[in-house]
């Protein structure tokens, strides 16, 4: 395996990790109101208003609480590899993409800032108004990120020079608009699969009944950018073959997360919809490859011409070797720390 190819592997990886980590901070973001109350809890363990808000809603929270800032190391370790590694792909891709970029980015701060600030609130329509932006923050990037990827699938209009500017037409497409809401009710569906594995039996059950039906929606949408591919208005794949096999575990994936969440098989439920986050960095990689990024006037731009200089890449891996292990042992070490269901092991934190 060459450098080149193995940085490029670790680009994807880094992507894929924080689709998965970041995939069900958005979606516990998107469903919070909706998935109700802590198990056998007062308004005494509130905030002790009498009005019962304070209790209730925190219960889907508190599952991502001791995860949801760290997930974000797995974007900032991709933006890093993106900078260091392809320069030329990330001076194209960020340009291109700033009004996306921009609206992922907003969608992080409202998010963050939103769910710590919520619980000073002093009452409960002050909470409610944080609880719109906490659904915004977590429905913003969502989209945005199928959006991208419905973009990168589909080819993007680049100009003689290289660079490339999407406008409304590109954005609005029905088979971006398509990946945008797949991507969306997909970490929804995630969401509610993480908060299955982390509560109690009530919340658990209730979270895998509104993630089946979320997968059937994602299911159902992407089945429409399917159709839109096969008709020549949806992606513009280079391997077929390869594209055609992922989109297949990609059905699998949802297939058997909505088998398992229907039965409250939590922990195979997770694993599967954490497969189907991670698979459509793959489909974009691989099935572009040796394209990092495809036009959709039919030229691309290589891997050879995205990637820096050997001499570069050989100082940066001396860092990879480092870096990289310290942010798997980071993830492995937090998990284990703050392993179970909420109000079990640890107190409320939101």
Do not use: K
Not at 273 to 281: D, E, F, M, Q
Request: aromatic share 10%.
């Amino acid at each position: 395996m060459t450098l080149e190819t193995a940085w490029l592997a670790l680009l994807g990886l880094l992507l894929a990790g924080y689709f998965v980590l970041g995939g069900y901070d958005y979606g516990v973001q998107m469903l919070h109101p909706f998935l109700g109350g802590r198990d056998g809890e007062s308004d005494r363990e509130g905030d002790g208003d009498g009005d019962g808000d304070g209790a209730s809603r925190n219960a889907a929270l508190d599952a991502i609480a001791p995860f949801f800032l760290g997930n974000e190391v797995w974007l900032v370790a991709f933006a890093g590899v993106l900078f260091g590694a392809f320069p030329h792909l990330e001076g194209t891709l960020l340009s291109g993409l700033y009004p996306l970029i921009v609206a992922i980015l907003v969608g992080l701060v409202l998010g963050n800032a939103a769910i710590q600030l919520r619980r000073r609130a002093r009452s409960a329509r002050g909470r409610r108004r944080w609880d719109v932006l906490i659904v915004c923050g977590g429905a913003l990037p969502a989209v945005c990120w199928g959006l991208v990827v419905g973009l990168l699938l589909h080819g993007v209009p680049r100009r003689a020079d290289g660079s490339f500017h999407i406008g409304p037409g590109d954005v609005f497409s029905p088979f971006t608009l398509a990946c945008g809401v797949t991507t969306a009710l997909l970490f929804a569906a995630h969401g509610t699969a993480f908060v299955a594995l982390r509560s109690g039996p009530d919340l658990a059950f209730r979270s895998g009944n509104l993630g089946a039906l979320l997968l059937r929606g994602a299911a159902a949408v992407g089945a429409l950018a399917l159709l839109l591919t096969l008709f020549g208005a949806g992606a513009s794949m280079t391997n077929r073959g390869t594209s055609a096999v992922i989109a297949a575990l990609f059905a699998a994936a949802l297939a058997g997360a909505w088998w398992f969440m229907t039965r409250g098989h939590a922990v195979p439920a997770f694993a599967a919809t954490c497969c189907a986050t991670a698979l459509p960095v793959l489909l974009v990689g691989a099935g572009h490859y040796p394209y990092l990024l495809i036009s959709s006037a039919g030229t691309g731009l290589t891997v050879d011409h995205a990637v820096t200089d050997g001499a570069t890449l050989q100082i940066l891996s001396a860092f990879g070797v480092l870096v990289v292990p310290v942010v798997l042992a980071y993830q492995s070490w937090s998990w284990w720390a703050f392993r179970g269901r909420t109000g079990q092991r640890h107190p409320s934190y939101f």
